[in-house]
């Protein structure tokens, strides 16, 4: 298995990134995707109804905030929905709050294939734990889980000059216990020189036969 540790001073692995800084970089991005949509969901629940819901209630949506947070693997950017009675205040990210704790592991996990609505669902109430209802918690994973599937079926291109795959282990939630599984990374070189990381795969622990599945 390999851990974080390894994976950032793995340096053939690290050649698909300009460096360490690189890959966490990667990591931010997809945090700040997926607190943006969590903060999304809780909206809905705070309303009532779902974005392009029509609704007679007088209280509507508002627009956004940009909002810098610290996260794990440092400072990420988010979007913060507003309405229009000024009365939302998340609670993941409450007003005159910087800090997201304990939410990086689970992100993660949440982009990588083989995560279940019933999954997201329970990762996402470590998150809340019990300060929300369940139909907000419901609304969360409905938006998390649309973005996550988004993500996932975004095209890619045909042919890759190089294609680097490595894993890195992060503890995810399986029938109420904690345990450790290995998300594989795939990172392509496309024929116009840049790198992207091409998708990300959920498997019990690392293995050659898994690698050659994907």
Do not use: C
Request: net charge negative; hydrophobic share 35%; glycine share 8%.
């Amino acid at each position: 298995m390999i851990d974080r540790e390894s994976l950032l001073n793995d340096k053939d692995f690290l050649r698909s990134f300009k460096d360490g800084a690189d890959l966490q970089q990667f990591f931010r991005e997809l945090q700040g995707r997926a607190v943006s949509q969590m903060l999304e969901g809780e909206l809905d629940g705070h309303l009532g109804y779902s974005t392009h819901t029509r609704s007679d209630e007088k209280n509507s949506r508002n627009g956004h905030t940009t909002k810098k947070v610290r996260g794990d693997q440092g400072d990420i950017e988010i979007q913060v929905p507003r309405d229009r009675e000024g009365s939302f205040n998340p609670i993941l990210v409450p007003k005159r709050k910087n800090i997201i704790d304990g939410v990086e592991n689970v992100i993660v996990s949440l982009y990588a294939k083989g995560m279940s609505v019933m999954d997201i669902e329970d990762m996402l109430r470590d998150v809340y734990g019990f300060q929300v209802s369940e139909a907000t918690i419901s609304r969360i994973t409905d938006r998390v889980a649309e973005d996550v599937v988004a993500w996932q079926n975004r095209p890619l291109d045909s042919v890759y000059l190089i294609v680097w795959m490595d894993g890195i282990v992060f503890k995810v939630r399986e029938n109420s216990k904690v345990v450790n599984k290995t998300i594989y990374l795939a990172v392509g070189l496309n024929r116009d020189g840049y790198k992207e990381v091409l998708g990300m795969w959920l498997g019990k622990n690392e293995s050659a036969s898994f690698l050659m599945g994907i």
